[in-house]
């Protein structure tokens, strides 16, 4: 059973920094590439980025380019998002996913002075 744990979200200023955590089991995690979405209240889930399976390769989206970074630890079986110079429009719920199984329970991240 594909298990999801983000973490690491929490209150931060304008302009300041965190890193996002998800911990992943019941799969092969090395075999899938990972990606990182969110979703603003009465918003469309938003995909945020993406990495491969290796982590290689990534990508992510215009909105948080140059600011957000996406990388892995398949030792660790863990997704991570880095996520600098934070403005109150990056405000969301933040998840993690698979191409298989469901959705975590998410990690609220909250930037406000």
């Known amino acids: 059973q594909v298990q999801l744990v983000e973490s690491g979200g929490g209150l931060v200023q304008p302009g300041g920094s965190l890193r996002l955590s998800c911990a992943a089991s019941?799969?092969?995690?090395?075999?899938?590439?990972m990606s990182w979405y969110r979703r603003v209240p009465g918003k469309e889930r938003e995909s945020v980025a993406t990495?491969?399976?290796?982590?290689?390769?990534?990508n992510v989206a215009d909105s948080v380019k140059g600011r957000f970074t996406i990388s892995r630890d398949n030792a660790k079986n863990t997704v991570y998002l880095r996520m600098n110079n934070l403005s109150p429009e990056d405000t969301a719920v933040y998840y993690c996913?698979?191409?298989?199984?469901?959705w975590g329970q998410g990690t609220q991240v909250t930037v406000s002075s």
């Open positions: 019941g799969f092969t995690f090395s075999r899938y590439a």
């Open positions: 990495i491969t399976a290796a982590g290689g390769s990534t």
């Open positions: 996913k698979a191409p298989i199984g469901g």
